[in-house]
């Protein structure tokens, strides 16, 4: 089956606190792994992806294959951090361009506090 | 460039009716998926179009349908409402160009439909 967990429905820091957002998936391959996020009355954005191995907005996210896991980590939370995040699986189809099916966790909603 | 666009944003119909919800893509962008949004389910796939052709499709009833068009533009249909077909609905819009790594999807904004 293919699904993404994601356990906390609420996460709530201060500002300058460490943040992570956990995502964990089941998947019987290699997917590709992606964190969107949506701020207040904006629309749905991607924020990074596994392959690109990048840090957005000083997010960084590690695949972990062995523990099916993909959480979303920042050192020092910002007040423009909260919003609504989503952990997304994309499954991998060989020799193909890719099909565009994304399967969403539940979401986590970020409050930054002052 | 301008992004994806759904139209219309709001819609109010009525159990038993249909509705058709339309979504433009971003110009040049060959790929089109739908999702239904609600509190309960979550974000959930409906189907994907790729050149005029359904690639994927979600585990959603017949009633929900689609269809893209030769400039890219998509049309999603439901068929005899129900109340619980109230959602948001979002499109998303991704270029697919063959050889490239999983493309990004850009999303539009949604339509938001109400079954009373």
């Known amino acids: 089956a293919q699904r993404v967990t994601q356990p906390e429905k609420l996460l709530s820091v201060f500002k300058g606190a460490p943040v992570e957002l956990k995502c964990n998936y089941s998947?019987?391959?290699?997917?590709?792994l992606f964190w969107y996020v949506q701020y207040s009355r904006q629309r749905l954005q991607l924020l990074l992806r596994?392959?690109s191995r990048e840090s957005i907005k000083g997010f960084t996210a590690d695949l972990n294959k062995g523990e099916t896991s993909f959480h979303l980590k920042k050192p020092f939370a910002q007040e423009e951090d909260s919003a609504m995040y989503y952990c997304a699986l994309s499954p991998v189809i060989p020799f193909s361009g890719g099909y565009n099916k994304l399967i969403f966790g539940a979401g986590t909603r970020l409050a930054v506090h002052p | 460039k301008a992004g994806v666009t759904q139209t219309p944003r709001y819609l109010i119909k009525t159990r038993g009716q249909q509705v058709t919800l339309s979504c433009s893509p971003i110009s040049g962008h060959r790929s089109v998926s739908w999702y239904q949004q609600t509190p309960g389910q979550g974000l959930q796939f409906l189907f994907e179009?790729?050149?005029?052709?359904?690639?994927n499709k979600g585990n959603f009833p017949g009633r929900f349908s689609g269809r893209q068009f030769s400039n890219s533009r998509s049309e999603m249909n439901v068929s005899t409402l129900e109340l619980g077909d109230s959602a948001l609905y979002l499109c998303?819009?991704?270029?697919?160009?063959?050889?490239?790594?999983?493309?990004?999807?850009?999303f539009g904004a949604g339509t938001r439909l109400s079954v009373l």
């Open positions: 596994h392959i």
């Open positions: 179009y790729f050149s005029e052709t359904q690639r």
């Open positions: 998947y019987s391959g290699s997917p590709e």
């Open positions: 998303a819009s991704s270029l697919d160009r063959v050889g490239l790594v999983k493309n990004i999807q850009y």
